[in-house]
């Protein structure tokens, strides 16, 4: 099915597409504009900004930290925000963290991690692995009193996320419980003679309504590399990696997206690896649809809770056996609300319109 009727009013209310591409700042002014939330975001006690060591300079950070009762061990979760490697950062993502850091509830560390052209492949990936050992080594300080993280991240977040989860088994460490990601990269678009890969590419060209068509990808992977066969190193195509002995993983994708393929093929490959999976997908909606008043987005940030709570419960550490794809999502009074504004949108378009 095309785009429901909630994601096109969103859609539609967005600027048009300027003809020629676009520099590098300005396609970052953009994705801001078009990243920050449309709704009003989740209350949390506290928002403090702060740097971190990185591994050529201090990183910028912002931890969130839920209300929850006194007494109650909190865990933490890492987040990479998405923007294509070339954009995006602390602001954009702020109430996709908000709504994590308040559902699950955990406390949540956004990374903005260096970007591309100007910091080119690995400088993100070495990034995100640096920020992972300082939050292992100040859990206690942050908060998170239960000892356990987790990571997450969105589209080119959810390939930092992904491949760093890898990297922390390969490597000893830190010990992750979860890995959430959200319509993820993790392999280069095209084959070797220019053909791309899957087939949820081919179905997405410019022009596609929605935030990411696939000239886009290839914009954005082309500032991401110095050179085009970085983007078989394994540290960015990570569904080449040998997965066995990750830590369940939730992963979600949606139905207008270059990415959907991909998302699913790495869902698959984990489960097939003995990973315990949740794929949720989602139709009638487009690439970036966290960001979006619509009812999607509230179960899909209900579900990624639900599952965090799973992972970080003491009771969950003790089933590894369990089976996460159990599931049923129930609709949430937030979930209600997301989809009356979404309503309340629609109707306004159609006023507009007629």
Not at 222 to 238: C, G, L, S, T
Request: proline letters at 8%; aromatic letters at 6%; charged letters at 20%.
């Amino acid at each position: 099915m095309p785009l429901d009727e909630y994601s096109d009013a969103i859609l539609s209310q967005m600027p048009p597409r300027p003809v020629e591409r676009v520099s590098i700042q300005q396609a970052r002014q953009q994705m801001g504009s078009k990243m920050a939330s449309l709704y009003t975001p989740d209350a949390v006690h506290s928002v403090e900004d702060s740097t971190i060591p990185g591994p050529s300079s201090d990183l910028p950070v912002r931890i969130y930290r839920p209300e929850a009762p006194a007494g109650q061990h909190l865990s933490a979760l890492m987040y990479l925000h998405g923007g294509g490697f070339i954009g995006g950062g602390l602001d954009s993502h702020d109430s996709i963290c908000r709504a994590i850091a308040s559902r699950t509830p955990c406390i949540v560390v956004s990374v903005e991690y260096r970007l591309a052209p100007e910091h080119p492949f690995p400088a993100a990936v070495d990034d995100s692995y640096a920020a992972l050992q300082w939050m292992a080594a100040n859990l206690k300080s942050l908060g998170a009193t239960s000892g356990k993280l987790a990571i997450g991240g969105d589209s080119a977040g959810g390939n930092l996320a992904a491949v760093t989860a890898v990297a922390a088994k390969d490597q000893g460490g830190p010990k992750l419980v979860h890995q959430l990601l959200i319509y993820p990269v993790v392999e280069p678009p095209q084959k070797p003679d220019g053909a791309f890969l899957r087939k949820s590419y081919d179905e997405h060209p410019a022009g596609t309504k929605a935030l990411l068509n696939n000239d886009d990808a290839l914009w954005m992977i082309k500032h991401y590399f110095e050179k085009p066969e970085d983007a078989m190193d394994p540290r960015f195509a990570v569904i080449r990696r040998d997965l066995k002995g990750l830590p369940p993983a939730t992963v979600i994708t949606c139905e207008v997206d270059p990415l959907r393929d991909e998302g699913k093929a790495y869902a698959d490959k984990l489960k097939a690896a003995g990973v315990h999976v949740n794929h949720l997908y989602y139709e009638g909606t487009c690439h970036g649809f966290l960001h979006f008043p619509v009812p999607q987005a509230a179960q899909a940030l209900n579900a990624s809770a639900e599952d965090l709570r799973a992972a970080f419960s003491a009771s969950a550490a003790g089933r590894n056996g369990g089976n996460i794809l159990k599931k049923v999502l129930q609709p949430s009074l937030f979930s209600v609300i997301l989809g009356y504004s979404a309503l309340l949108l629609l109707v306004e378009v159609r006023k507009r319109r007629s």
